[in-house]
T-cell receptor, first 114, second 115 residues
Framework: QKEVEQNSGPLSVPEGAIASLNCTYS??????FFWYRQYSGKSPELIMF????GDKEDGRFTAQLNKASQYVSLLIRDSQPSDSATYLC??????????????FGKGTKLSVKP | GAGVSQTPSNKVTEKGKYVELRCDPI?????LYWYRQSLGQGPEFLIY????????DSGLPNDRFFAVRPEGSVSTLKIQRTERGDSAVYLC?????????????FGPGTRLTVL
């Protein structure tokens, strides 16, 4: 059973702080890793993806991947109240060169307090 | 351009009825996915189409669930003899289907309520 684990939260941080969201996965064959943001009552929207070990930065967001530890994280710098949402970690593998379905964690609920 | 669209946005039905949920992917996207999301859970994979064919239907929970994509664009998820446990948000996603990291874009979902 391929699993993705996330702390369900809620994670509460003050405005302007760094929010750190973590995710572990069970399948060592996983090759691409995604962070989606989901506002209440809305569908998931992609924040960023990573597939190489190390850090990847995009604006206020940094994704970190450690395949040896099977660990992915998302850092949000200068957190804003508008960042308050559920953050979903998802992983996938490739089959015959094409990407397969995403396996999602349950999500971490982030609350940024003004 | 237009994103993924899904209809209806809400569907209320009675136990035992048949329902169809429609997904219209982003134009040109060859890969189409169906997921189901229950309250407090992440999306759960149901089925994946590459073109007209189901490349992976391992997530369909039982034979009451069936999906088609006859012309390689619009897809319909069909649920027979609905049960209360089928109540969830059904999400459709599409992607370009190319090699390498392939971003899936989600539609707004259909909220299904089985009474």
């Amino acid at each position: 059973q391929k699993e993705v684990e996330q702390n369900s939260g809620p994670l509460s941080v003050p405005e302007g702080a760094i929010a750190s969201l973590n995710c572990t996965y069970s399948d060592r064959g996983s090759q691409s890793f995604f962070w989606y943001r989901q506002y209440s009552g809305k569908s998931p929207e992609l924040i960023m993806f990573i597939y190489s070990n190390g850090d990847k930065e995009d604006g206020r967001f940094t994704a970190q991947l450690n395949k040896a530890s099977q660990y992915v994280s998302l850092l949000i710098r200068d957190s804003q109240p508008s960042d308050s949402a559920t953050y979903l970690c998802a992983v996938t593998a490739y089959y015959g060169g094409s990407q397969g379905n995403l396996i999602f964690g349950k999500g971490t609920k982030l609350s940024v307090k003004p | 351009g237009a994103g993924v669209s899904q209809t209806p946005s809400n569907k209320v039905t009675e136990k035992g009825k048949y329902v169809e949920l429609r997904c219209d992917p982003i134009s040109g996207h060859t890969a189409l996915y169906w997921y189901r999301q229950s309250l407090g859970q992440g999306p759960e994979f149901l089925i994946y189409f590459q073109g007209t064919g189901a490349a992976d239907d391992s997530g369909l929970p039982n034979d009451r669930f069936f999906a088609v994509r006859p012309e390689g664009s619009v897809s319909t998820l069909k649920i027979q003899r609905t049960e209360r446990g089928d109540s969830a948000v059904y999400l459709c996603a599409s992607s370009s289907g190319g090699a390498g990291t392939d971003t899936q874009y989600f539609g707004p979902g259909t909220r299904l309520t089985v009474l």
